[in-house]
Structures are given as C-alpha cells and as structure tokens.
C-alpha cells in the first residue's frame, strides 16, 4: 500500500471493531477505494470496504 501503514494489522482491526486500535493504525487516512487491492488479492476474497466504512462511522459517531 502506498501509505504508511501495516496493512495486516489495520484489516484484523477493521474487523474486530477496535475503534481506538484502528485510528492509532492509520484507518482515518483511507477511504473505501483504497482497499480495493487488498480485497483484490485475499486468499479468502474478504470484502474490506464495508468494515472500513463501519468502522469511519463510528469513530466519526464518537463510539
């Protein structure tokens, strides 16, 4: 990825809902779009846009 972030861990924190771990990851500086090579070459083919969106959301809610 371009950006300065671990991948691996920001996507294991996208989906255990960790709003505190994942803004400290870097997660404020993505959008949906930048995901799309991730979900690309998953072995499992996970979608990770909709976790990222879920998890923007709730930071932005304040949860």
């Known amino acids: 990825m371009p950006l300065d972030i671990i991948a691996t861990s920001l996507l294991k924190t996208l989906f ?3 709003t505190e ?3 400290d990851l ?3 500086e993505l959008v949906e779009e930048d995901l799309a090579l ?3 070459v998953c072995p ?3 979608e990770f846009a909709q976790p ?3 998890m923007l959301t ?3 809610q304040g949860y």
């Open 16 to 18: 255990s809902e960790d």
């Open 44 to 46: 499992g083919k996970n």
């Open 52 to 54: 990222l969106r879920r």
């Open 26 to 28: 870097g997660c404020l």
């Open 21 to 23: 771990k994942a803004r």
């Open 38 to 40: 991730c979900s690309f």
């Open 58 to 60: 709730a930071i932005e």
